[in-house]
């Protein structure tokens, strides 16, 4: 069955700082994987997305990620946060059936102190 | 162009009614999916609808139904509202294709009391 573990659900980190989030998923064969944003009341921008090829994705607004196959992961980055990247973020892996059938991880809010 | 458009944005209603959400997907999108998102629930898949049929469906019971006119516009149903329907729904709209971007709209913030 596919699944997407996001592990932390609350990060805090410093304006400026580094940022990583982390994603695990479970899924039976090569996954279509993404990472979308969700600000307080609002819907869900895509930041990016990984179908194939060049396991280092990059994105709006400054994020990358990374897939890694060995260790189901799907990592999102970024090297300076800044203070309106507080939102909530979700992974997601798409499903084996179907175009737009996504399965979320659970979230993780982030907070960025000044 | 256009993003994914939902209304009503905001609706309130009673124990027992029915409710029914509009989705208008980006131009030139034939899929539109439904998720509902609740606090303690996450996001979760409801159901797919591509050139008018439902392709696929989520593990929610009957009374949250869907469907697609030809123009792809989506509408989701919910009878005999519960408490727990209380949920932001937000539809997503891709070209239909895996590998495809999928957009979301703004959501419908539906709170039943």
């Known amino acids: 069955a596919q699944s997407v573990t996001q592990p932390d659900i609350h990060i805090t980190v410093s304006e400026g700082a580094s940022l990583e989030l982390r994603c695990n998923y479970s899924?039976?064969?090569?996954?279509?994987l993404f990472w979308y944003v969700q600000s307080p009341g609002q819907g869900l921008q895509l930041l990016l997305k990984?179908?194939?090829?060049?396991?280092l994705v990059q994105g709006i607004k400054g994020f990358e990620a990374e897939f890694k196959r060995s260790q189901s992961s799907f990592n999102l980055r970024k090297p300076s946060v800044h203070w309106s990247d507080a939102a909530e973020y979700f992974c997601?892996?798409?499903?084996?059936?179907?175009?737009?059938?996504?399965?979320f991880g659970t979230g993780t809010r982030l907070t960025v102190i000044p | 162009k256009a993003g994914v458009t939902q209304t009503p944005r905001y609706l309130i209603k009673t124990r027992g009614q029915q409710v029914t959400l509009s989705c208008s997907p980006i131009?030139?999108?034939?899929?539109v999916s439904w998720y509902q998102q609740t606090p303690g629930q996450g996001l979760q898949f409801l159901f797919e609808?591509?050139?008018?049929?439902?392709?696929n469906k989520g593990n929610f019971p009957g009374r949250f139904s869907g469907r697609q006119f030809s123009n792809s516009r989506s509408e989701m149903n919910v009878s005999t509202l519960e408490l727990g329907d209380s949920a932001l729904y937000l539809c997503?709209?891709?070209?239909?294709?895996?590998?495809?971007?999928?957009?979301f709209g703004e959501g419908s913030w539906l709170t039943v009391v």
């Open positions: 609808y591509f050139s008018e049929t439902q392709r």
């Open positions: 899924y039976g064969a090569t996954p279509y």
């Open positions: 131009s030139g999108h034939r899929s």
């Open positions: 997601a892996v798409g499903a084996r059936t179907g175009a737009n059938n996504l399965f």
């Open positions: 990984y179908f194939s090829g060049d396991t």
């Open positions: 997503a709209s891709s070209a239909g294709q895996r590998g495809n971007t999928i957009y």
